[in-house]
């Protein structure tokens, strides 16, 4: 039944489109016929529509485990095939989707969340810092208390029976995230819109999740002044400066490798940029063997001393004075999202580009943790 009302549903909506498409080429209005008509697809539609919230809500109270599954499942559907049809300009009336949970704002429309849901995922995929990273979602300031024991540490000690213990601590500090608002425009041509071949809900998911992840990764590694600070304070005990300007030896990665305690080696990887990596492709050990390997096992296909490499394009090529390379356990980054990404989709507002905007709000923060866990190697300034 689902299935047949949902083509019914199809065919009304290619129907609607094909009244509006035939006025606006004739440059008119409706006739009073076609207003009837269309008038009377989109009653159906309403009526479609509830039939199925009916059904589904039927199904959940017959198996509520397996109904709220196939509900959650026809929803994000609906959800998919409402976004695509606004983007085209095949509905216009927003009540007509009402079941796809749009909004409607002063510029565009608000998408579903199931949408903006899969473009965080894809994100997640192709930003492996973001990934990594520990994440809060709250709002307001977060404030997050760490132990510090770079100065003074609890230690153990002989004692002589009946005299005192000298007690020794660390410090308890912490570091404050509050949030910065960013925003990503995307424009999607109108003559890929148009073109039926194309899943045009992928391209804008896949468009947009590159946007966001490429202004992400940047500043999560380098932040920006008076905004997100991500690992630009890494403390200068954590820092190994090469002896060259833009060239970096074998015991320099040793000594970054060393500069994170053991008990955090686990979770550590390399990133640096693909220029660095091709550098340390052609180091080799004493015996003549070669220091970064390919590894089918690995999840970006290199490894350097038995870490996983990822190659960042926000990363500096070899020059002197930059950054050369993060080597860390990445959860030590907390990132707090103040509030979920938001996603509108312009479709007026750039009608003399012929394009289609996409645009996404972020508000977030992020700031070291855990120094412990995040070393970096800078190049030795060029004279």
Known sequence: MDKKLYE??????????????KAETENRAFSDEEQKSYDEKAAEIARIDKTIKSVEESRSLENPESGNTEEKENK????????????????SDMETRADANFTKGANGAVIPTSIVNKIITRVEEICPVYQLSTKYNVGGTLTIPYYDESTQSITMAYATEFNELESTAGEFKSISLTGYLSGVLSLISKSLINNSQFDIVSVVIERMAVSVSRWIEKELLFGTKDKMEGLSEIKADMTVTTNAAAVVTADELIDLQEKIPDVYQGGCIWIMNKAMRTAIRKLKDGDGNYLLNKDATSRWGYTLFGKDVYVSDAMPKPEGGKTAMFYGDFSALAVKLTENMSIEVLRENYATQHAVGVVGWLEMDSKIENSQKIAKLSFKAAS
């Open 76 to 91: 994000e559907k609906a959800e998919e095939r409402a976004f695509a049809d606004y983007i085209r300009g095949t509905v």
């Open 8 to 21: 019914r549903r199809s065919a009304l909506l290619d129907e609607m489109d094909a009244i509006v498409k």
